[in-house]
């Protein structure tokens, strides 16, 4: 059966997948772990490449967290995607991160973070997004193979299902510290707090 083409959201123009009848298992996990596996507290961010929120997260909280914390090997964090608005577009986004690999992950998401208003507010989104993905080792025929990756956008948008199902997630950025769940881009110290909190 020849592959067919489909729009993913209201940027489908940027994002074309192609399907194919059986979906090729993933080679890498969905969930990305920043930290030491068996670090004490297990803190897990839903969070969208398109939320403005979860940028300003990711540069104010995130850093301190991780120096704190995470290089510390006293936590460690589950990264979760949850795509929103526009919804093709954050799923892209988040296809490239993934298709970085595991060590190169977390530094093309904080790229893709930092420039989030750069890139969205382009008029080629895709072409800023390769920039970045190329300072992340990731070159422009790699990512166009990355976005026809239909098994990495369902397995994506699965995750963020179930975490909305089993875990009431609704919002970007959410934090789950400790199995609480705490919506918002919450302040460092207010995420200090849960923290030390958990760890007694």
Not at 59 to 79: H, N, R, Y
Not at 141 to 160: P, W, Y
Request: with cysteine; aromatic share 6%; net charge positive.
């Amino acid at each position: 059966m020849k592959p067919f083409i489909r729009l993913l959201g209201a940027v489908a123009a940027l994002f074309l997948v192609a399907q194919t009848a059986a979906a090729a298992d993933l080679s890498y996990p969905i969930d990305q772990v920043l930290g030491r596996p068996d670090a004490p507290i297990t803190v897990i961010e839903y969070a969208s490449t398109t939320c403005p929120h979860c940028a300003t997260f990711h540069k104010t909280t995130l850093p301190k967290f991780k120096s704190e914390w995470v290089d510390t090997g006293k936590a460690k964090l589950i990264f979760r995607d949850f795509p929103t608005g526009p919804r093709g577009l954050s799923v892209g986004a988040s296809m490239i991160a993934h298709c970085a690999g595991p060590e190169r992950y977390f530094g093309l998401l904080a790229l893709i973070m930092e420039q989030q208003e750069k890139w969205m507010n382009s008029a080629n989104p895709l072409v800023e997004l390769k920039k970045l993905a190329k300072l992340a080792g990731l070159g422009e025929d790699k990512v166009d193979d990355c976005l026809k990756r239909q098994d990495l956008a369902n397995a994506i948008n699965e995750r963020a299902k179930e975490g909305h199902e089993k875990l009431g997630v609704e919002s970007t950025p959410t934090l789950i510290v400790a199995g609480k769940v705490m919506p918002g881009a919450i302040p460092y110290d207010q995420l200090d707090k849960a923290l030390k909190a958990a760890s007694k």
